[in-house]
Structures are given as C-alpha cells and as structure tokens.
C-alpha cells in the first residue's frame, strides 16, 4: 500500500505514471464518460484549515469516480479537541477507503499514514503541496511544454510550494530557479533532498534572491500568497520582505515568449502577482485550478490499483 504525502517517496516513472491516467481519466470525463474506478469507496477529507480547490476537487472527484466523499473539519471531530492522531487514523481507515488530509503540521500526515490501513493523501501541509504540483504539470503539458523542455521559475516564499517544486524538479530531471528574498528561502533539509535527487535525475536547480535571474528565458513563471495559512500574524512584516517580489508585467517580459504563468491560487492581486499578469494568463490559471480534479482522481486511482 502506497500514501501521497510528497513526491519525494515517488520515482520518475511514477509520477509519470500517475500523469498519465490522469489525462486518460480526464479524456473521459470529458466525454462524459465517468467510469466507476473508485465505486462505492468512501474518501475521508480531515481539514483543519480552510480550502476551496481541494475541497470541491476531492468531493467532485471522488463522486465521478463512483465513491463517495465525507467532508471533516478538525473543528467538528474530536481531532480538534485532542484525540490522538494514531486513534483518529484507526477509527477512520476501519470505515473509509482512503483518506485526505490538509494539516497545521506535516508530522500530522505521517502519523495518519503510520496507523492508517488505507492509503493517506496529502492535500496541503506546512512543507508540502503535491496535489497542487500534479495538476501544475498537467497543466504545462497540456500547453505544450513537454517534461524535459521546462524552464520553470518560482518567485515568492520559500514555503510548501517552493518545496513542491524543488520536489518535481529535482524528481522529473527539469530547470528550475526558485528566487526568495534574503530570510525566506526554502528549508535548507528539502533543498538538500532536492539537490541530491537531481544529481540522479539531471535537473538544474538554482537558487537565487534575484527574480530576474529566476525569470530570465523561463518558459513558465509561478508564485504563491506572501503570507500562508497560519501566519497572518507576520502579515505586515511579510509585505515589507516580500516588496520588489511582485510578478508583473515588466518581469513577466524577461520570461521567454509563450511562457506561461500558473498560480495555485488563493492569488493575491497587488502582491505577489499584479492585475494585468493574472488577467492575461487566466485561461491558464484556472485550467490549473480545473486540473486539481482530474489529477486527484489520477492520483486516487492509481493508489486504489496499488493495494
Ligand atoms: N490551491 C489550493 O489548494 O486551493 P485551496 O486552498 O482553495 O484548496
Ligand atoms: N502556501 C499557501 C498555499 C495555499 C494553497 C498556504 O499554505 O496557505
């Protein structure tokens, strides 16, 4: 049995694989053609902070599937008022087929998929988003970059969706330039990882607090919120850090032509992405965000067929 929780436990082959039923489930769907690959299993979706996209993904998803979804908020079940972790992933593996679950803390995953019998998705935690990843690079194919040609630049926090990068990247064997200001760089442990695994799979990764360095001849540009669930309380002194971070039109114009501008979203106009840029690339925007469902249906089929 198999668990989601970042794409560092994946192969190359893998994740490709996983790309690959995705698109082919999702040609499906688009004929309307929902065939019953997950019927009448019951996913457990554990939130304790909020969500649009993963929530409607994974419930959408799992209902095309023929499953069905059980939405849980930590502020609802006795997870939020202390019940342990290991008897929380006991009690839920005993009556649902699988499990996702977006967390204050990544430890949290790892003791669900420690007592779980099922296999446990990550749907957002404090170091990684690789739900979100699957459906970026679907989303990059799809407009016509294949794997090995990307250039991608990440500019912004070094946070759960930097790492998720440095993750793909470094597992995939593509370029990727992740550019932060000074105090925000990605965790130095998963930056690491990242180099090591791209020593095996070729990829160039630079770091860097230049953004046009990052941007220059990309053929994908990305960001993220300056100030993540969680830390609102840093939200003032993020804005000043993050000042000169913006992705407008002026960096965009260092990107190659035809690049491509992907944001997981929540976005934040005037911060991390300006008004023109994310209305000129929101076709692309919100095919990523539609991506969400298919990849999530990839990713639940693909673990159904590994236990
Ligand atoms: N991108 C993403 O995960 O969105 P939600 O927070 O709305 O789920
Ligand atoms: N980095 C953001 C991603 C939201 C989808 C957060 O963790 O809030």
Not at 12 to 37: G, T
Not at 49 to 74: P, Y
Not at 108 to 127: H, Q, Y
Request: with cysteine.
């Amino acid at each position: 049995m198999r668990h989601f929780l970042t794409l560092n436990d994946f192969s190359k082959d893998e994740i490709i694989e996983i790309l690959n039923l995705a698109f082919e489930i999702k040609k499906e769907a688009k004929a309307r053609n929902f065939k019953p690959y997950l019927k009448d299993q019951k996913l457990a979706m554990i939130f304790e902070k909020s969500s649009t996209r993963t929530r409607v993904s994974f419930d959408v998803g799992m209902n095309e599937l023929g499953g069905h979804a059980l939405f849980l908020s930590s502020r609802d079940i006795q997870l939020g008022r202390g019940e342990p972790i290991k008897d929380t992933a006991r009690v839920i593996s005993r009556m649902c087929d699988l499990i996702m679950a977006r967390v204050n803390r990544h430890e949290t995953l790892i003791g669900l998929a420690e007592f779980s019998r099922v296999p446990v998705i990550n749907g957002l935690s404090d170091k990684f988003h690789p739900m979100q990843l699957m459906a970026d690079l679907m989303t990059i194919v799809e407009c016509g970059t294949p794997i090995p040609k990307i250039k991608a630049a990440y500019v912004g926090d070094g946070n759960n969706m930097a790492h998720s990068w440095l993750m793909l990247a470094s597992k995939l064997g593509f370029e990727l330039r992740v550019a932060t200001p000074k105090g925000y760089e990605a965790d130095p442990q998963i930056l690491a990882q990242a180099q090591e695994n791209a020593k095996i799979s070729g990829a160039k990764i630079l770091i860097t607090n230049d953004i046009k360095e990052a941007v220059a001849r990309a053929n994908v540009v990305t960001t993220d919120t300056w100030v993540s669930m969680g830390q609102e309380a840093e939200k003032e002194q993020r804005i000043r850090d993050f000042a000169g971070f913006c992705v407008d039109e002026s960096l965009m114009a260092l990107a190659g032509s035809g690049a491509i501008f992907l944001h997981c979203l929540p976005a934040y106009r005037g911060y991390e992405v300006s008004e023109a840029v994310f209305e000129a690339h929101a076709d692309e925007i919100f095919a990523e965000a539609e991506n969400r469902l298919h990849a999530q249906k990839g990713v639940m089929v693909w673990l159904d067929q590994k236990r």
